[in-house]
Every structure is written in C-alpha cells, then in structure tokens.
C-alpha cells in the first residue's frame, strides 16, 4: 500500500508565500504523476498542479507564475508547492495526489493514493 503524507499548511496574509511539501511511502512502488489539489468550502476540488515523472508539469490558471511544483532532488521522495503572492482565493485544504504501479506479490498494480489534505489559509 502507498501512503500520502503532506505538510507545510498555514496562516499567512495576502502576498506571502508558504511551501507545501508531500511524500510518498511504501514499498516496491513507482510515482508516475504528483499532483496537488485544492478544495475550498462549497466548491468542488481542483488541480492546483501536477508533474510526472519526466518533468512536465500542468498549473491551473489560477496559480500560473505563482506557485511551482517540484521533486525536491532526485534522492528525495519530497515533492513541494512553492506557493507565493498568495490571495486570499487562495484559501483551501491542499491536498496531494500519487498515481503510479507497486510491484506486489509478482504482478505490478496502478494505484491512485490521496493524502489527508493541509489546511492553508490567506487573511487579506
């Protein structure tokens, strides 16, 4: 089984930044795409961004030229969201997304594992 852990959330004011930061654990296993999403009270969750495992990474609109995703380096499984010039629309659980194969009792299986979210607020 792979797990999701993130951390980094926060209380920050408007045009701050903060870095969330997310890992995947298990064992036999292979992340093919880390993705971080977002849902904010009486809205449907979004993707924020997301990066496969050859570097391409997808931003939504809303965050383009302010947050960036990225692995922490090659020998750490850490994949982080610098956030900065946060809005308060920014305001969100954050949550982080790993989709890849495990290799198990010999047969590889996909799997599609969330983390518990973090919370991050932007006072204005």
């Known amino acids: 089984q792979v797990q999701i852990v993130e951390s980094g959330g926060g209380l920050v004011q408007a045009g701050g930044s903060l870095r969330l930061s997310c890992v995947a654990s298990?064992?036999?296993?292979?992340?093919?795409?880390m993705g971080w999403y977002r849902q904010a009270p009486g809205k449907q969750r979004e993707l924020v961004a997301s990066v496969k495992s050859d570097g391409t990474t997808i931003y939504a609109d809303a965050v383009k030229g302010r947050f960036t995703i990225s692995r922490a380096n090659p020998d750490n499984p850490a994949y982080q969201l610098q956030m900065d010039s946060l809005k308060p629309e920014d305001t969100a659980v954050y949550y982080c997304n790993g989709i890849g194969i495990r290799y198990f009792k010999g047969s590889y299986h996909p799997f599609d594992a969330w983390g518990q979210g973090t919370q991050v607020t932007i006072s204005s």
């Open positions: 298990g064992t036999s296993f292979r992340v093919n795409t």
